[in-house]
């Protein structure tokens, strides 16, 4: 027969993982997003640098020096970013699968062999 408190418990104890998890979750799009703002504000000012560094320049030479740092530096801190993000991404799939990883465990198990007879 099935114990209605014992059932209660394991459904109150499962809402509450939910609700940890959903927030953990939820924190870690924040911090996703937040670093995403970041990258995009540092961006705008390092084009808006090199834009007036262009229009003051005088020479070619000086034009292409110039477009030649700023290529070289926005890709690598467009890599270094990309690297950084793609970590975060990865820490927050392994914190939405968390709660689902004994359940999984338990449910892949092989099943015990029994001896040949």
Excluded: C, H, W
Excluded at 23 to 43: G, L, P
Excluded at 90 to 114: G, Q
Aim: hydrophobic share 40%.
């Amino acid at each position: 027969m099935i114990n209605i408190e014992e059932a209660s418990k394991k459904s109150k104890e499962a809402m509450d993982t939910a609700v940890k998890n959903y927030a953990e979750v939820t924190k870690n799009f924040q911090s996703i997003a937040a670093e995403a703002t970041e990258y995009s504000k540092k961006s705008v000012q390092e084009l808006t640098s090199f834009v007036e560094q262009l229009t003051a320049a005088r020479s070619i030479e000086t034009v292409v020096e110039l477009q030649t740092k700023f290529a070289k530096t926005s890709y690598e801190s467009f890599v270094a970013e990309a690297t950084k993000i793609g970590e975060m991404y990865a820490n927050l799939a392994k914190t939405a699968y968390k709660p689902y990883e004994a359940p999984v465990a338990k449910a892949t198990k092989p099943a015990p062999v029994a001896p040949a007879a």
